[in-house]
Structures are given as C-alpha cells and as structure tokens.
Nanobody, 123 residues
C-alpha cells in the first residue's frame, strides 16, 4: 500500500521559514512534487524533484525562496521554505508518480497524493 505522509506545516510570520517533509512508503517514485492549494484558488505545483537525476524545478512564485531535496535512504522529500509571504499560505500536498512522463506540475500525471499539511503565514 502506497502512503505519502506530509509533516512540518504550521503558522509563521512573514519572512520566516518552515521545512515540510513527505515520507513515502510502498513506492519508488520517479518524480515527487509539492503542490499547494489556497482557499478559492486552483492547485499549484511549486517544486518537483526527479529521483534518478536529482534535478529540481520550481514555479516562478517560489523560485529562489524554496528548496526541494530528497533523502533516498528514508524515501523522504523535503521542502525548505524561506522568506515566506502571506500568499504562500495554503495546504501543501506531496504527490508521487512512478513515471516521469508529462509535465512536472500537471496534477493529472501523479498517481499518489498525501493528505496535506497546512501552512499559514501572517503579516
């Protein structure tokens, strides 16, 4: 049984930092991605990592502020979020796919999703 379990969300003031974690079990994913969704807005892919190459990609909205990394030994991916802004407030979801075909930020290509962890940034 595949499980993705996110942790690390919380409340922080603008300018602060949080580190999210997603622990995967039952799957060796070719690609894992962090999505987020704020109330009333569409789900947005923000960071992705390809397992074999370690290559990462980021959305324009988080580039140079967020860093995604993978810990192969624990089958975990991390999202270090710095310089947080109010607009970063959302539920953050981890997604995994075995295949690396298709766009990294296309939600439809992902086979498995976590339940999400909430991030709230206040000013």
């Amino acid at each position: 049984q595949v499980q993705l379990v996110e942790s690390g969300g919380g409340s922080v003031q603008a300018g602060g930092s949080l580190k999210l974690s997603c622990a995967a079990s039952g799957i060796i994913a070719g690609r894992m991605t962090w999505f987020r969704q704020a109330p009333g807005l569409a789900r947005e892919g923000v960071a992705t990592i390809y397992r074999t190459s370690g290559i990462t990609a980021y959305s324009d909205s988080v580039r140079r502020r967020f860093t995604m990394s993978g810990e192969e030994s624990t089958n975990t991916v991390l999202l270090q979020m710095n310089s947080l802004r109010r607009e970063d407030s959302a539920i953050y979801y981890c997604a995994a796919s075995v295949s690396i075909m298709g766009g990294g930020f296309w939600a439809d290509v992902y086979d498995y999703w976590g339940r999400g962890t909430a991030v709230s940034v206040s000013t």
